[in-house]
């Protein structure tokens, strides 16, 4: 398991952070330094760097002598993302400079779209993942703002811990956000940011906040 290109520390980290972001360690679970240190056959040392490291990411809250807590995800959470995630995206389709970025982006995402169906084909949801975050990472730096795209990474990561065992194990729902990243592409081609924005409300609601877009009565 361990990469020995790798610094123990960063291995460790990110082994852990994936554990949480994949809600294979669900918020409220306690975890110990030898526990991981034993499953990557590290010191306890590197362990603990990254548990430091966690923490100050807010993934998970320490206590002396008894472990790691991963913190539970907060209620009312998805509803800041999925606002978050409107202001970033739709304000970088308004920031698109000219008509040549509008069509470099457009190709990028058509391209994006194609191969997140071929991945739905072979029934391969963690390439579908990694592709619909690179589909609206794309929209967000061609914004051309390198800190709101840093930020939308934070935000794909939380986004991801949420969804992690609802969304992405249903590969006929997930078909459902590929047509959506096809009408977000046409909004783009079009010129028209403000449909963008009102397509991008109904994709984000739909897919990380199901209850309440039914019973705004949009369309699953």
């Known amino acids: 398991m361990v990469l020995t290109s790798v610094p123990a520390a960063e291995t460790a980290y990110q082994y852990v952070r994936e554990l949480v972001l994949d809600d294979r360690l ?7 330094e030898g526990e991981i240190a034993g499953q990557l056959v590290l010191s306890r040392t590197p362990v603990r760097e990254a548990f430091l490291r ?18 539970p995800i907060a209620a009312g959470e998805a509803q800041s993302v999925v606002d978050a995630r409107l202001l970033v995206e739709v304000h970088a389709v308004e920031s698109l400079p000219d008509s040549e970025s509008r069509a470099r ?3 990028t995402l058509g391209a994006s779209v194609a191969q997140q169906a071929a991945a739905l084909d072979r029934g391969d949801l963690a390439e579908y993942s990694s592709l619909d975050s690179g589909f609206h990472l794309a929209i967000v730096a061609a914004g051309g703002n ?19 065992r609802s969304l992405w194990r249903d590969v006929e729902r997930a078909r459902g956000f590929v047509v959506g990243h096809e009408r977000l592409t046409d909004f783009i081609r079009d010129g028209d940011p403000r449909g ?25």
């Open 26 to 32: 669900p918020g409220g679970t306690m975890i110990s």
């Open 54 to 71: 966690l923490e100050a990411e807010g993934w998970l809250r320490l206590y002396p002598k008894r472990g790691a807590l991963v913190v």
């Open 105 to 107: 982006l457009v190709a």
């Open 146 to 164: 390198p800190l709101l795209t840093s930020f939308s990474v934070t935000l794909r990561e939380r986004q991801q811990r949420m969804v992690a």
């Open 196 to 220: 963008f924005a009102g397509a991008l409300r109904r994709h984000l609601h739909d897919a990380h906040l199901p209850e309440r877009a039914a019973a705004a009565g949009q369309p699953a």
